[in-house]
Protein backbone atom coordinates (compact mmCIF):
# COMPACT_ATOMS: atom_id res chain seq x y z
CA UNK A 1 0.00 0.00 0.00
CA UNK A 2 1.61 3.29 -0.98
CA UNK A 3 0.85 6.18 1.74
CA UNK A 4 -0.76 9.36 0.76
CA UNK A 5 0.96 12.41 0.93
CA UNK A 6 1.05 16.21 0.33
CA UNK A 7 3.04 17.05 -2.99
CA UNK A 8 6.02 19.46 -2.31
CA UNK A 9 5.25 23.27 -3.42
CA UNK A 10 7.34 23.28 -6.34
CA UNK A 11 5.70 19.86 -7.94
CA UNK A 12 2.42 21.49 -7.52
CA UNK A 13 3.48 24.70 -9.60
CA UNK A 14 5.07 22.43 -12.25
CA UNK A 15 1.62 20.52 -12.07
CA UNK A 16 -0.66 23.80 -12.12
CA UNK A 17 1.72 25.55 -14.98
CA UNK A 18 0.66 22.67 -17.63
CA UNK A 19 -2.92 23.68 -17.42
CA UNK A 20 -1.74 27.68 -18.59
CA UNK A 21 1.24 27.02 -20.42
CA UNK A 22 1.74 24.08 -23.01
CA UNK A 23 3.53 25.43 -25.40
CA UNK A 24 5.91 28.66 -25.83
CA UNK A 25 2.81 30.01 -27.66
CA UNK A 26 0.44 30.10 -24.61
CA UNK A 27 3.80 31.93 -22.38
CA UNK A 28 3.67 34.51 -25.19
CA UNK A 29 0.01 35.28 -25.23
CA UNK A 30 -0.43 35.35 -21.20
CA UNK A 31 2.43 38.05 -21.60
CA UNK A 32 1.23 40.27 -24.16
CA UNK A 33 -2.19 39.65 -22.54
CA UNK A 34 -0.63 41.40 -19.21
CA UNK A 35 1.16 44.18 -21.10
CA UNK A 36 -2.28 44.72 -22.55
CA UNK A 37 -3.99 44.88 -19.20
CA UNK A 38 -1.22 47.46 -17.90
CA UNK A 39 -2.97 49.68 -20.52
CA UNK A 40 0.70 49.45 -22.88
CA UNK A 41 0.55 51.01 -26.10
CA UNK A 42 3.65 49.93 -27.54
CA UNK A 43 4.53 45.96 -27.06
CA UNK A 44 7.53 44.18 -28.46
CA UNK A 45 7.80 40.73 -28.83
CA UNK A 46 11.38 38.46 -29.23
CA UNK A 47 11.65 35.32 -29.27
CA UNK A 48 14.61 32.54 -29.64
CA UNK A 49 14.27 29.71 -31.53
CA UNK A 50 10.33 29.43 -31.77
CA UNK A 51 10.01 30.33 -28.05
CA UNK A 52 11.47 27.48 -26.53
CA UNK A 53 14.50 29.73 -25.49
CA UNK A 54 13.86 32.86 -25.24
CA UNK A 55 10.44 34.74 -25.16
CA UNK A 56 10.93 38.51 -24.26
CA UNK A 57 7.93 41.13 -23.67
CA UNK A 58 8.57 44.47 -23.35
CA UNK A 59 6.06 47.16 -22.85
CA UNK A 60 5.49 50.66 -21.98
CA UNK A 61 2.37 50.11 -19.39
CA UNK A 62 1.38 50.94 -16.07
CA UNK A 63 3.92 48.79 -14.60
CA UNK A 64 4.57 46.67 -11.06
CA UNK A 65 4.74 48.72 -8.01
CA UNK A 66 8.79 47.88 -6.79
CA UNK A 67 6.78 46.57 -3.61
CA UNK A 68 4.55 44.22 -5.03
CA UNK A 69 7.21 42.71 -7.42
CA UNK A 70 7.87 39.63 -5.67
CA UNK A 71 4.51 38.73 -5.51
CA UNK A 72 4.24 39.42 -9.24
CA UNK A 73 5.37 35.99 -9.65
CA UNK A 74 3.56 34.23 -6.56
CA UNK A 75 0.74 31.96 -7.64
CA UNK A 76 -2.91 33.03 -7.01
CA UNK A 77 -1.85 36.70 -6.66
CA UNK A 78 -3.62 38.98 -9.01
CA UNK A 79 -4.17 43.41 -9.12
CA UNK A 80 -6.85 42.55 -11.21
CA UNK A 81 -9.53 40.50 -8.94
CA UNK A 82 -10.23 41.29 -5.62
CA UNK A 83 -13.94 39.71 -5.01
CA UNK A 84 -16.07 36.95 -5.81
CA UNK A 85 -18.16 39.66 -7.67
CA UNK A 86 -15.80 40.86 -9.52
CA UNK A 87 -15.40 37.86 -11.61
CA UNK A 88 -18.71 38.34 -12.36
CA UNK A 89 -17.62 41.51 -14.07
CA UNK A 90 -14.54 40.99 -15.52
CA UNK A 91 -12.93 43.66 -17.68
CA UNK A 92 -9.44 42.67 -17.96
CA UNK A 93 -7.52 39.69 -20.18
CA UNK A 94 -6.40 38.33 -17.16
CA UNK A 95 -7.75 37.51 -13.96
CA UNK A 96 -6.47 34.20 -12.52
CA UNK A 97 -3.03 35.47 -11.01
CA UNK A 98 -1.68 31.65 -12.14
CA UNK A 99 0.42 33.09 -15.26
CA UNK A 100 3.51 34.73 -14.30
CA UNK A 101 3.38 32.34 -11.13
CA UNK A 102 3.27 28.98 -14.00
CA UNK A 103 5.88 30.74 -16.05
CA UNK A 104 8.37 31.22 -12.76
CA UNK A 105 7.89 27.12 -11.90
CA UNK A 106 9.04 25.84 -15.58
CA UNK A 107 11.34 28.29 -16.56
CA UNK A 108 13.83 30.55 -16.11
CA UNK A 109 12.50 34.49 -15.52
CA UNK A 110 13.13 37.58 -14.90
CA UNK A 111 11.07 40.59 -14.44
CA UNK A 112 11.65 44.35 -14.59
CA UNK A 113 9.22 46.57 -13.98
CA UNK A 114 8.70 50.16 -13.64
CA UNK A 115 6.08 52.57 -13.21
CA UNK A 116 5.77 55.96 -14.91
CA UNK A 117 5.63 57.72 -12.16
CA UNK A 118 8.47 56.17 -9.47
CA UNK A 119 11.92 57.58 -10.54
CA UNK A 120 13.46 53.49 -9.94
CA UNK A 121 11.87 50.18 -10.08
CA UNK A 122 12.48 46.74 -9.22
CA UNK A 123 13.48 43.69 -10.71
CA UNK A 124 13.09 40.00 -9.55
CA UNK A 125 13.90 36.53 -10.93
CA UNK A 126 12.33 33.02 -10.65
CA UNK A 127 14.92 29.42 -11.69
CA UNK A 128 11.94 26.66 -11.65
CA UNK A 129 10.30 28.33 -9.18
CA UNK A 130 13.80 29.62 -6.94
CA UNK A 131 12.81 32.96 -6.86
CA UNK A 132 15.86 35.84 -6.41
CA UNK A 133 15.82 38.49 -3.77
CA UNK A 134 14.20 41.61 -5.31
CA UNK A 135 16.72 44.34 -6.55
CA UNK A 136 15.59 47.68 -7.56
CA UNK A 137 15.73 48.56 -10.93
CA UNK A 138 16.15 51.79 -13.73
CA UNK A 139 15.48 50.77 -16.55
CA UNK A 140 12.66 52.53 -18.43
CA UNK A 141 9.27 52.49 -17.59
CA UNK A 142 6.65 49.95 -17.91
CA UNK A 143 7.53 46.51 -17.52
CA UNK A 144 9.88 43.58 -19.76
CA UNK A 145 9.38 40.01 -19.44
CA UNK A 146 12.08 37.28 -20.09
CA UNK A 147 11.16 33.45 -20.19
CA UNK A 148 14.17 31.40 -20.68
CA UNK A 149 14.19 27.91 -21.56
CA UNK A 150 10.59 27.03 -21.10
CA UNK A 151 10.30 23.96 -19.50
CA UNK A 152 13.59 22.97 -18.82
CA UNK A 153 12.80 21.92 -15.26
CA UNK A 154 10.29 19.46 -16.11
CA UNK A 155 11.56 17.24 -18.89
CA UNK A 156 8.94 15.60 -19.30
CA UNK A 157 6.81 18.71 -21.05
CA UNK A 158 9.39 19.29 -22.88
CA UNK A 159 9.35 16.23 -24.74
CA UNK A 160 6.22 17.21 -25.71
CA UNK A 161 7.19 20.25 -27.43
CA UNK A 162 7.16 19.93 -31.42
CA UNK A 163 10.21 21.07 -33.87
CA UNK A 164 11.26 24.98 -33.40
CA UNK A 165 9.35 25.23 -36.92
CA UNK A 166 6.23 24.24 -35.25
CA UNK A 167 6.26 25.98 -32.13
CA UNK A 168 7.55 29.43 -34.48
CA UNK A 169 4.05 28.63 -35.82
CA UNK A 170 1.99 28.72 -33.10
CA UNK A 171 4.12 31.51 -31.14
CA UNK A 172 3.14 33.73 -34.76
CA UNK A 173 -0.50 32.45 -35.18
CA UNK A 174 -0.68 33.92 -30.58
CA UNK A 175 0.44 36.95 -31.86
CA UNK A 176 -1.61 36.99 -34.40
CA UNK A 177 -4.44 36.19 -32.78
CA UNK A 178 -3.77 39.54 -29.98
CA UNK A 179 -2.42 41.79 -32.56
CA UNK A 180 -6.15 41.58 -34.44
CA UNK A 181 -7.58 42.17 -31.37
CA UNK A 182 -6.45 45.39 -30.47
CA UNK A 183 -6.21 48.29 -32.82
CA UNK A 184 -4.64 51.57 -31.51
CA UNK A 185 -1.87 49.38 -30.00
CA UNK A 186 1.82 49.20 -31.57
CA UNK A 187 2.76 45.35 -31.83
CA UNK A 188 6.64 44.12 -33.10
CA UNK A 189 7.36 40.55 -33.27
CA UNK A 190 10.84 39.52 -33.79
CA UNK A 191 12.59 36.47 -34.01
CA UNK A 192 15.98 34.96 -33.68
CA UNK A 193 16.98 38.99 -34.48
CA UNK A 194 15.01 39.45 -37.11
CA UNK A 195 11.84 41.67 -37.21
CA UNK A 196 9.04 39.96 -38.73
CA UNK A 197 5.67 42.18 -38.57
CA UNK A 198 5.87 45.55 -37.07
CA UNK A 199 2.16 46.63 -36.69
CA UNK A 200 1.89 49.97 -36.53
CA UNK A 201 -1.21 51.55 -33.41
CA UNK A 202 -3.00 52.98 -36.43
CA UNK A 203 -3.21 50.31 -38.23
CA UNK A 204 -6.93 49.00 -38.42
CA UNK A 205 -8.21 45.65 -38.09
CA UNK A 206 -9.03 45.62 -42.34
CA UNK A 207 -4.88 46.51 -42.27
CA UNK A 208 -4.29 44.13 -40.04
CA UNK A 209 -5.47 41.12 -41.46
CA UNK A 210 -3.78 42.48 -45.02
CA UNK A 211 -0.79 42.29 -43.40
CA UNK A 212 -1.22 38.80 -41.86
CA UNK A 213 -3.26 36.87 -44.31
CA UNK A 214 -1.97 39.04 -47.50
CA UNK A 215 -3.89 42.15 -49.64
CA UNK A 216 -6.46 39.36 -51.25
CA UNK A 217 -8.51 38.01 -48.49
CA UNK A 218 -7.94 41.91 -47.25
CA UNK A 219 -9.49 43.04 -50.38
CA UNK A 220 -12.41 40.28 -50.22
CA UNK A 221 -13.58 41.65 -46.94
CA UNK A 222 -17.02 43.21 -46.30
CA UNK A 223 -17.30 45.07 -43.24
CA UNK A 224 -20.66 44.29 -40.92
CA UNK A 225 -21.90 45.87 -37.84
CA UNK A 226 -25.20 44.98 -35.19
CA UNK A 227 -26.68 45.20 -32.01
CA UNK A 228 -29.46 43.80 -30.46
CA UNK A 229 -30.27 43.89 -27.10
CA UNK A 230 -27.34 45.31 -25.86
CA UNK A 231 -25.34 42.44 -27.50
CA UNK A 232 -23.04 44.06 -30.86
CA UNK A 233 -21.40 42.01 -33.42
CA UNK A 234 -18.42 43.76 -35.62
CA UNK A 235 -16.35 42.86 -37.78
CA UNK A 236 -15.55 41.40 -41.24
CA UNK A 237 -16.71 38.34 -44.02
CA UNK A 238 -15.49 37.54 -46.32
CA UNK A 239 -16.91 37.06 -50.23
CA UNK A 240 -17.59 33.46 -51.06
CA UNK A 241 -14.57 33.12 -53.29
CA UNK A 242 -11.98 33.69 -50.51
CA UNK A 243 -13.43 30.30 -48.66
CA UNK A 244 -11.21 28.07 -47.34
CA UNK A 245 -10.38 24.04 -46.92
CA UNK A 246 -10.43 24.72 -43.32
CA UNK A 247 -11.32 27.70 -40.52
CA UNK A 248 -7.92 29.43 -40.73
CA UNK A 249 -9.50 32.56 -41.71
CA UNK A 250 -12.29 32.57 -39.07
CA UNK A 251 -11.53 34.27 -36.17
CA UNK A 252 -13.38 35.35 -32.93
CA UNK A 253 -12.95 38.22 -29.86
CA UNK A 254 -15.11 38.38 -27.18
CA UNK A 255 -15.29 41.77 -25.77
CA UNK A 256 -11.91 41.98 -27.09
CA UNK A 257 -10.53 38.11 -26.41
CA UNK A 258 -9.82 35.88 -28.73
CA UNK A 259 -11.68 32.66 -28.11
CA UNK A 260 -12.96 30.11 -30.22
CA UNK A 261 -16.63 28.54 -30.24
CA UNK A 262 -18.38 26.40 -32.86
CA UNK A 263 -21.46 27.60 -32.11
CA UNK A 264 -20.73 30.93 -33.43
CA UNK A 265 -19.00 29.76 -36.42
CA UNK A 266 -22.23 27.15 -37.48
CA UNK A 267 -24.08 30.22 -37.70
CA UNK A 268 -21.26 31.89 -40.01
CA UNK A 269 -21.55 28.65 -42.16
CA UNK A 270 -25.52 29.11 -41.89
CA UNK A 271 -25.22 32.54 -43.32
CA UNK A 272 -23.53 31.39 -46.11
CA UNK A 273 -25.28 27.97 -47.11
CA UNK A 274 -25.48 28.19 -50.69
CA UNK A 275 -22.93 30.44 -51.81
CA UNK A 276 -20.30 27.99 -50.35
CA UNK A 277 -19.33 24.45 -50.84
CA UNK A 278 -19.84 22.00 -48.14
CA UNK A 279 -16.22 21.19 -46.56
CA UNK A 280 -15.48 25.32 -47.60
CA UNK A 281 -14.67 27.49 -44.95
CA UNK A 282 -15.44 31.28 -45.68
CA UNK A 283 -13.21 34.38 -43.70
CA UNK A 284 -15.07 35.84 -40.86
CA UNK A 285 -13.13 37.87 -38.46
CA UNK A 286 -15.79 38.63 -36.01
CA UNK A 287 -15.89 41.17 -32.86
CA UNK A 288 -18.47 40.45 -30.53
CA UNK A 289 -19.35 42.89 -27.36
CA UNK A 290 -21.15 41.52 -24.71
CA UNK A 291 -22.35 43.36 -21.24
CA UNK A 292 -20.65 42.16 -18.18
CA UNK A 293 -22.71 39.30 -17.07
CA UNK A 294 -23.85 38.04 -20.45
CA UNK A 295 -20.86 36.11 -20.57
CA UNK A 296 -18.69 33.95 -18.27
CA UNK A 297 -15.06 34.40 -19.29
CA UNK A 298 -13.82 31.93 -16.28
CA UNK A 299 -14.41 29.31 -18.60
CA UNK A 300 -11.25 27.32 -19.42
CA UNK A 301 -8.11 27.69 -17.45
CA UNK A 302 -6.16 29.21 -20.41
CA UNK A 303 -9.42 31.38 -21.20
CA UNK A 304 -9.58 30.24 -24.54
CA UNK A 305 -13.19 30.25 -24.41
CA UNK A 306 -16.43 31.46 -22.87
CA UNK A 307 -20.02 30.67 -21.75
CA UNK A 308 -23.08 32.88 -22.66
CA UNK A 309 -25.66 33.15 -20.89
CA UNK A 310 -28.13 33.46 -24.35
CA UNK A 311 -25.89 31.44 -26.95
CA UNK A 312 -28.94 30.95 -29.11
CA UNK A 313 -29.43 34.78 -28.84
CA UNK A 314 -25.89 35.59 -29.95
CA UNK A 315 -25.20 32.86 -32.74
CA UNK A 316 -28.90 33.97 -34.57
CA UNK A 317 -27.57 37.65 -34.08
CA UNK A 318 -24.39 36.58 -35.84
CA UNK A 319 -26.05 34.27 -38.29
CA UNK A 320 -28.61 37.46 -39.52
CA UNK A 321 -25.87 39.77 -39.17
CA UNK A 322 -23.75 37.76 -41.77
CA UNK A 323 -26.92 37.11 -43.84
CA UNK A 324 -27.93 40.82 -44.21
CA UNK A 325 -24.83 41.90 -45.14
CA UNK A 326 -24.15 39.06 -47.57
CA UNK A 327 -27.27 39.90 -49.04
CA UNK A 328 -26.53 43.78 -49.39
CA UNK A 329 -23.40 42.83 -51.18
CA UNK A 330 -25.91 40.86 -53.64
CA UNK A 331 -23.83 37.46 -53.10
CA UNK A 332 -26.86 35.65 -53.07
CA UNK A 333 -27.51 37.05 -57.09
CA UNK A 334 -24.51 36.40 -58.09
CA UNK A 335 -23.94 33.22 -56.58
CA UNK A 336 -27.20 31.54 -58.55
CA UNK A 337 -25.09 31.01 -61.75
CA UNK A 338 -21.85 31.04 -60.30
CA UNK A 339 -18.96 28.69 -59.84
CA UNK A 340 -19.09 28.11 -55.96
CA UNK A 341 -23.17 27.12 -55.51
CA UNK A 342 -23.21 24.65 -53.19
CA UNK A 343 -25.23 21.32 -55.07
CA UNK A 344 -28.56 21.75 -54.25
CA UNK A 345 -28.88 20.70 -50.80
CA UNK A 346 -29.93 17.34 -51.93
CA UNK A 347 -29.17 14.55 -50.07
CA UNK A 348 -28.59 11.69 -52.04
CA UNK A 349 -31.55 10.37 -53.73
CA UNK A 350 -30.15 6.92 -53.51
CA UNK A 351 -26.44 5.69 -52.76
CA UNK A 352 -26.29 2.21 -54.80
CA UNK A 353 -23.77 2.33 -57.69
CA UNK A 354 -24.66 1.10 -60.86
CA UNK A 355 -25.02 -2.45 -61.02
CA UNK A 356 -26.34 -3.03 -57.19
CA UNK A 357 -29.37 -4.05 -55.59
CA UNK A 358 -32.31 -1.05 -57.21
CA UNK A 359 -32.48 1.54 -54.40
CA UNK A 360 -35.61 2.73 -52.70
CA UNK A 361 -36.47 5.81 -54.77
CA UNK A 362 -36.84 8.70 -51.64
CA UNK A 363 -35.45 6.83 -48.88
CA UNK A 364 -32.94 8.65 -47.97
CA UNK A 365 -34.85 12.01 -48.06
CA UNK A 366 -36.14 12.63 -44.29
CA UNK A 367 -36.63 16.55 -45.06
CA UNK A 368 -38.78 15.69 -48.23
CA UNK A 369 -42.32 16.15 -47.39
CA UNK A 370 -42.99 13.87 -50.30
CA UNK A 371 -40.54 11.72 -50.21
CA UNK A 372 -41.16 10.23 -53.90
CA UNK A 373 -40.68 13.52 -56.18
CA UNK A 374 -37.12 14.43 -56.98
CA UNK A 375 -35.87 18.18 -55.37
CA UNK A 376 -36.00 20.96 -57.12
CA UNK A 377 -37.78 21.52 -60.48
CA UNK A 378 -39.87 18.99 -62.48
CA UNK A 379 -37.94 17.39 -65.10
CA UNK A 380 -37.40 18.72 -67.87
CA UNK A 381 -39.64 18.23 -70.73
CA UNK A 382 -40.29 15.04 -72.80
CA UNK A 383 -37.47 12.89 -71.11
CA UNK A 384 -38.68 10.00 -72.76
CA UNK A 385 -38.29 9.21 -76.59
CA UNK A 386 -37.18 13.37 -77.23
CA UNK A 387 -35.17 13.99 -79.56
CA UNK A 388 -31.93 14.41 -76.85
CA UNK A 389 -29.94 18.28 -77.52
CA UNK A 390 -28.31 17.73 -80.35
CA UNK A 391 -24.31 16.94 -79.68
CA UNK A 392 -21.96 19.50 -81.28
CA UNK A 393 -18.95 17.92 -82.66
CA UNK A 394 -16.37 19.79 -82.17
CA UNK A 395 -12.82 18.94 -81.53
CA UNK A 396 -11.97 18.88 -77.86
CA UNK A 397 -10.94 22.26 -76.39
CA UNK A 398 -6.82 22.11 -76.26
CA UNK A 399 -7.27 22.86 -72.49
CA UNK A 400 -10.52 20.09 -71.76
CA UNK A 401 -11.45 17.99 -69.03
CA UNK A 402 -8.45 15.34 -68.82
CA UNK A 403 -5.32 18.22 -70.00
CA UNK A 404 -2.33 16.74 -68.48
CA UNK A 405 -3.30 13.94 -67.56
CA UNK A 406 -3.05 12.22 -70.96
CA UNK A 407 -5.61 9.22 -70.84
CA UNK A 408 -6.28 6.64 -73.37
CA UNK A 409 -7.60 9.04 -76.08
CA UNK A 410 -11.41 8.67 -76.93
CA UNK A 411 -12.53 9.45 -80.37
CA UNK A 412 -14.71 12.43 -80.87
CA UNK A 413 -17.26 10.03 -82.64
CA UNK A 414 -17.29 7.94 -79.15
CA UNK A 415 -17.51 10.73 -76.99
CA UNK A 416 -20.49 12.96 -79.19
CA UNK A 417 -22.50 9.59 -79.02
CA UNK A 418 -21.92 9.73 -75.37
CA UNK A 419 -23.15 13.21 -74.93
CA UNK A 420 -26.17 12.52 -77.42
CA UNK A 421 -27.18 10.38 -74.64
CA UNK A 422 -26.81 12.76 -71.68
CA UNK A 423 -27.70 16.26 -70.66
CA UNK A 424 -27.43 18.52 -67.83
CA UNK A 425 -29.77 19.46 -65.10
CA UNK A 426 -29.89 21.82 -62.49
CA UNK A 427 -26.42 22.52 -63.00
CA UNK A 428 -24.27 19.46 -61.47
CA UNK A 429 -25.84 16.31 -62.75
CA UNK A 430 -26.00 14.57 -65.63
CA UNK A 431 -28.82 12.65 -66.95
CA UNK A 432 -27.98 9.48 -68.89
CA UNK A 433 -30.21 6.77 -70.02
CA UNK A 434 -28.57 3.24 -70.52
CA UNK A 435 -29.94 1.27 -72.19
CA UNK A 436 -32.28 -0.83 -71.73
CA UNK A 437 -33.91 -0.13 -68.29
CA UNK A 438 -31.45 2.15 -66.59
CA UNK A 439 -31.11 6.02 -66.10
CA UNK A 440 -28.51 7.41 -64.42
CA UNK A 441 -27.64 10.46 -62.94
CA UNK A 442 -23.91 11.59 -62.46
CA UNK A 443 -22.43 13.70 -59.77
CA UNK A 444 -20.63 15.61 -62.21
CA UNK A 445 -18.22 16.50 -59.80
CA UNK A 446 -17.73 13.67 -58.09
CA UNK A 447 -17.27 11.40 -61.30
CA UNK A 448 -14.43 13.83 -62.43
CA UNK A 449 -12.92 14.10 -59.15
CA UNK A 450 -12.55 10.19 -59.03
CA UNK A 451 -11.18 9.65 -62.83
CA UNK A 452 -8.57 12.86 -62.52
CA UNK A 453 -7.71 11.12 -58.52
CA UNK A 454 -7.37 7.11 -60.26
CA UNK A 455 -4.96 9.07 -63.08
CA UNK A 456 -3.13 11.28 -61.09
CA UNK A 457 -3.03 8.82 -57.95
CA UNK A 458 -1.52 5.91 -60.31
CA UNK A 459 1.07 8.36 -61.61
CA UNK A 460 2.14 9.80 -58.00
CA UNK A 461 2.64 6.41 -56.90
CA UNK A 462 4.28 4.95 -60.09
CA UNK A 463 7.49 6.25 -59.29
CA UNK A 464 9.22 9.18 -58.06
CA UNK A 465 6.87 12.01 -59.28
CA UNK A 466 8.15 14.43 -61.57
CA UNK A 467 7.72 18.22 -60.94
CA UNK A 468 7.44 20.99 -63.20
CA UNK A 469 9.72 23.96 -61.89
CA UNK A 470 7.50 27.11 -61.38
CA UNK A 471 9.70 30.10 -63.95
CA UNK A 472 8.90 32.35 -61.42
CA UNK A 473 8.06 30.78 -57.93
CA UNK A 474 4.56 31.83 -56.83
CA UNK A 475 3.96 33.36 -53.21
CA UNK A 476 1.49 32.18 -51.17
CA UNK A 477 0.08 33.68 -47.91
CA UNK A 478 -0.79 31.72 -45.22
CA UNK A 479 -1.68 31.67 -41.66
CA UNK A 480 1.75 31.43 -39.83
CA UNK A 481 1.21 27.61 -37.94
CA UNK A 482 0.26 26.32 -41.88
CA UNK A 483 3.46 28.17 -43.46
CA UNK A 484 5.20 26.44 -40.17
CA UNK A 485 3.94 22.93 -41.27
CA UNK A 486 4.74 22.97 -44.68
CA UNK A 487 8.48 24.01 -43.80
CA UNK A 488 8.69 21.31 -41.58
CA UNK A 489 6.71 18.96 -44.30
CA UNK A 490 9.22 20.95 -46.58
CA UNK A 491 11.34 17.29 -47.41
CA UNK A 492 8.78 14.72 -47.78
CA UNK A 493 6.88 16.90 -50.04
CA UNK A 494 9.52 17.63 -51.92
CA UNK A 495 9.55 14.07 -52.74
CA UNK A 496 6.39 14.05 -54.24
CA UNK A 497 7.16 17.33 -56.31
CA UNK A 498 5.63 20.00 -54.33
CA UNK A 499 8.84 22.46 -53.87
CA UNK A 500 7.92 24.99 -51.30
CA UNK A 501 10.88 27.53 -50.09
CA UNK A 502 11.10 31.28 -49.26
CA UNK A 503 9.41 31.09 -46.14
CA UNK A 504 9.02 34.63 -44.54
CA UNK A 505 6.36 35.53 -41.89
CA UNK A 506 3.06 33.69 -43.49
CA UNK A 507 4.66 33.55 -46.85
CA UNK A 508 5.88 30.73 -48.70
CA UNK A 509 6.78 30.31 -52.24
CA UNK A 510 5.99 27.26 -54.18
CA UNK A 511 8.60 26.82 -56.56
CA UNK A 512 7.12 23.82 -58.08
CA UNK A 513 4.23 21.06 -58.13
CA UNK A 514 3.58 17.88 -59.41
CA UNK A 515 3.66 17.39 -63.46
CA UNK A 516 0.86 15.11 -63.37
CA UNK A 517 -1.18 17.66 -61.59
CA UNK A 518 -0.82 19.58 -65.12
CA UNK A 519 -1.88 23.17 -64.50
CA UNK A 520 -4.53 23.95 -61.83
CA UNK A 521 -4.92 26.90 -59.62
CA UNK A 522 -1.00 25.55 -57.72
CA UNK A 523 -1.36 28.26 -54.72
CA UNK A 524 -5.04 27.13 -53.86
CA UNK A 525 -3.72 23.93 -54.00
CA UNK A 526 -0.92 24.35 -51.83
CA UNK A 527 -3.10 26.12 -49.71
CA UNK A 528 -5.43 23.18 -49.12
CA UNK A 529 -2.01 20.96 -48.40
CA UNK A 530 -0.93 23.18 -46.10
CA UNK A 531 -4.82 23.01 -43.98
CA UNK A 532 -4.71 19.46 -44.16
CA UNK A 533 -0.98 19.04 -42.90
CA UNK A 534 -2.12 21.06 -40.19
CA UNK A 535 -4.64 18.93 -39.22
CA UNK A 536 -3.13 15.79 -38.87
CA UNK A 537 -1.03 15.21 -35.48
CA UNK A 538 2.23 13.39 -37.22
CA UNK A 539 3.02 13.32 -41.06
CA UNK A 540 1.07 10.72 -42.52
CA UNK A 541 2.92 7.69 -44.02
CA UNK A 542 4.48 8.49 -47.86
CA UNK A 543 1.88 6.40 -49.38
CA UNK A 544 -1.27 8.01 -47.49
CA UNK A 545 -0.10 11.38 -48.22
CA UNK A 546 0.44 10.24 -51.90
CA UNK A 547 -3.52 9.54 -51.83
CA UNK A 548 -4.81 12.69 -50.12
CA UNK A 549 -2.67 14.73 -52.41
CA UNK A 550 -4.10 12.90 -55.45
CA UNK A 551 -7.65 13.13 -53.39
CA UNK A 552 -7.09 16.77 -52.82
CA UNK A 553 -5.75 17.64 -56.21
CA UNK A 554 -8.33 16.31 -58.20
CA UNK A 555 -11.06 17.96 -56.11
CA UNK A 556 -9.17 20.91 -56.90
CA UNK A 557 -8.89 20.74 -60.43
CA UNK A 558 -12.71 19.29 -61.30
CA UNK A 559 -15.63 20.54 -62.17
CA UNK A 560 -18.11 21.86 -59.93
CA UNK A 561 -21.25 22.03 -59.16
CA UNK A 562 -22.87 25.08 -61.12
CA UNK A 563 -20.26 24.65 -64.23
CA UNK A 564 -22.08 24.40 -67.42
CA UNK A 565 -20.76 21.87 -68.97
CA UNK A 566 -20.37 21.61 -73.26
CA UNK A 567 -20.93 18.58 -74.90
CA UNK A 568 -17.57 17.93 -75.64
CA UNK A 569 -16.65 18.06 -71.85
CA UNK A 570 -20.02 16.00 -71.22
CA UNK A 571 -19.24 12.89 -73.66
CA UNK A 572 -15.52 13.15 -72.74
CA UNK A 573 -16.45 13.03 -68.81
CA UNK A 574 -18.93 9.75 -69.82
CA UNK A 575 -16.29 8.38 -71.95
CA UNK A 576 -14.09 8.18 -69.14
CA UNK A 577 -16.24 7.19 -67.03
CA UNK A 578 -16.52 3.57 -69.24
CA UNK A 579 -12.75 3.68 -69.18
CA UNK A 580 -12.12 4.31 -65.55
CA UNK A 581 -12.53 1.36 -62.97
CA UNK A 582 -14.23 1.46 -60.10
CA UNK A 583 -16.17 5.26 -60.55
CA UNK A 584 -18.49 4.64 -58.31
CA UNK A 585 -17.43 6.61 -55.74
CA UNK A 586 -15.22 9.70 -55.54
CA UNK A 587 -11.88 9.67 -53.63
CA UNK A 588 -14.32 11.06 -50.39
CA UNK A 589 -16.62 8.20 -50.45
CA UNK A 590 -19.24 9.74 -51.99
CA UNK A 591 -21.02 8.19 -54.86
CA UNK A 592 -20.66 9.23 -58.43
CA UNK A 593 -24.15 8.30 -59.76
CA UNK A 594 -27.19 7.05 -58.61
CA UNK A 595 -29.57 4.47 -60.44
CA UNK A 596 -33.20 4.69 -61.44
CA UNK A 597 -34.33 1.49 -63.08
CA UNK A 598 -37.54 1.67 -65.37
CA UNK A 599 -39.49 -0.11 -62.30
CA UNK A 600 -38.33 2.27 -59.94
CA UNK A 601 -39.87 5.00 -62.51
CA UNK A 602 -42.71 2.66 -63.39
CA UNK A 603 -43.45 2.71 -59.37
CA UNK A 604 -43.03 6.46 -59.47
CA UNK A 605 -45.93 6.54 -61.32
CA UNK A 606 -47.76 3.99 -60.42
CA UNK A 607 -47.57 2.02 -63.81
CA UNK A 608 -46.35 -1.26 -61.91
P1 LIG B 1 -3.23 37.93 -13.93
O1 LIG B 1 -2.92 38.53 -15.25
O2 LIG B 1 -4.27 36.88 -14.02
O3 LIG B 1 -3.51 38.91 -12.87
P2 LIG B 1 -0.47 37.12 -13.97
O4 LIG B 1 0.23 36.00 -13.29
O5 LIG B 1 -0.47 37.12 -15.43
O6 LIG B 1 -1.95 37.12 -13.42
O7 LIG B 1 0.12 38.48 -13.46
C1 LIG B 1 0.14 38.73 -12.07
C2 LIG B 1 0.11 40.20 -11.80
O8 LIG B 1 1.34 40.78 -12.19
C3 LIG B 1 -0.94 40.95 -12.56
O9 LIG B 1 -2.17 40.96 -11.87
C4 LIG B 1 -0.35 42.35 -12.65
O10 LIG B 1 -0.64 43.08 -11.50
C5 LIG B 1 1.14 42.09 -12.67
N1 LIG B 1 1.68 42.18 -14.02
C6 LIG B 1 2.04 41.14 -14.81
N2 LIG B 1 2.51 41.57 -15.97
C7 LIG B 1 2.44 42.91 -15.98
C8 LIG B 1 2.77 43.93 -16.91
N3 LIG B 1 3.27 43.66 -18.12
N4 LIG B 1 2.57 45.21 -16.53
C9 LIG B 1 2.05 45.51 -15.33
N5 LIG B 1 1.72 44.58 -14.41
C10 LIG B 1 1.91 43.30 -14.71
MG1 LIG C 1 -2.04 37.58 -16.78
Given at each position: ????????????????????????????????????DAGATRIEVEL?????????????????????????????????LAS???????????????????????????????????????????????????????????????????????????????????????????????????????????????????????????????????SDVANSLYALEAERDGVTVSGYVGDPSCDRPGPSLQYLFVNGRWVRDRGVFQAVQEAYAGLVMSGRYPAAFLFLGLPAGAVDVNAHPAKAEVRFRDRAAVCTLVREAVRSRLAAAELTARAAGARKVKPADQGPVAVVPPGREPPTIGARRPDQTQPSAPAGPPFPPSPSGATPPPATVSPPPTAGLFPAVAAPPSSAGVMAKMA????????????????????????????????????????????????????????????????????????ALADLGLLVEGFGGGTVLLAGYPAALGRQPAASLLRGVADYLAEQDRLPGRDQLLYDLAALAACHAAVRAGDRLTDVEIGELLAQRELAQDAHHCPHGRPTAVVFERRDLEKLFKRA
Open positions: MTRIRTLPPALVGQIAAGEVIDRPASALKELVENSLARGGTDLIRVVDDGGGIHPDDIELALANHATSKADDLARVGTLGFRGEALASLAAIAQVKLQSRPPDLPLGAEVSSRAGDLSVAGAWAGPSGTQVEVRHLFFSVPARRKFLRSVTTEWGHSQEAFVRVALSRPGVHFTLAHDGRLVYEVASALGVLDRVGLFFGARAMQVLGCYLVVEEPPDRVLFIDQHALHERILFGRLHARLAAGRPECQRLLAPEPVDLPPVQAAVLREHQD
